[in-house]
């Protein structure tokens, strides 16, 4: 089973407007964290955001915050004022819990994201 | 703060050969994942290591290897390169291996 999963292969948003990425994710380690990552078409991964599964707020970074919706398993990524330079790959990606997932992270499949002028 | 590198930033083998690859952590962190990037597979883990040591592995033959040096840089290898290894490789540095994970510009090896 997928343990990260993420429906939107692309999406569009006109610039100035916000823009949701959906994320859900499966465990049953209560401890875990999400994270999401932006990829420009140069490749480099970049840290956008995090929550950890005890946190009782959402996390929010500037721009960018996630919906985090535990009893759901969803950790969408809202992106408010969208920018040209926002045009990227997304990644939701997941860290478990145990020594056997020390260093790991697990990727969904990513979304497109577009702005458009 | 420098961010981490990786070199070759591009490398080109032919089937059979082998390569090694280099990344840099960002001072002060003291782990270092790596993972393979390909369309059909998206982002698979490869393995982790921490103060010169693998602390876990993902599943790969064992042709793809790696070991870490005592200044934290890692390097990976690949040996009898095959075709499906064309891939983009990202290595990530954290300061712990439960931390916030930061990646490099990653290698994009192409083989023929």
């Known amino acids: 089973a997928q343990k990260i999963t993420q429906t939107q292969p692309g999406m569009f948003v006109q610039e100035k407007e916000a823009v949701t990425l959906d994320c859900t994710y499966d465990?049953?380690?209560?401890?875990?964290?999400l994270f999401w990552y932006k990829q420009p078409s140069s490749g480099e991964m970049i840290f956008l955001i995090y929550?950890?599964?005890?946190?009782?707020q959402n996390a929010t970074e500037g721009r960018y915050s996630l919906n985090f919706q535990k009893a759901r398993k969803s950790a969408n990524l809202v992106i408010s004022a969208s920018q040209l330079g926002d045009s990227a790959m997304y990644f939701c990606?997941?860290?478990?819990?145990?020594?056997?997932?020390?260093?790991?992270?697990?990727f969904g499949q990513g979304t497109t994201l577009q702005v458009k002028p | 703060k420098a961010g981490v590198t990786q070199t070759p930033r591009y490398l080109i083998k032919t089937r059979g050969q082998q390569v090694t690859l280099s990344c840099s952590p960002i001072?002060?962190?003291?782990?270092v994942s790596w993972y393979q990037q390909t369309p059909g597979q998206g982002l698979q883990f490869l393995f982790e290591?921490?103060?010169?040591?693998?602390?876990n592995k993902g599943n790969f033959p064992g042709r793809f290897s790696g070991r870490q040096f005592s200044n934290s840089r890692s390097e990976m290898n690949v040996s009898t390169l095959e075709l499906g290894d064309s891939a983009l490789y990202l290595c990530?540095?954290?300061?712990?291996?439960?931390?916030?994970?930061?990646f490099g510009p990653g290698t994009r090896l192409l083989v023929l």
């Open positions: 990530a540095s954290s300061f712990g291996s439960w931390e916030t994970q930061y």
């Open positions: 465990t049953s380690d209560p401890s875990y964290g």
């Open positions: 929550q950890g599964s005890y946190d009782q």
């Open positions: 990606a997941m860290r478990e819990g145990g020594s056997s997932n020390t260093g790991k992270l697990i």
């Open positions: 001072s002060g962190h003291r782990s």
């Open positions: 290591y921490f103060s010169e040591t693998q602390r």
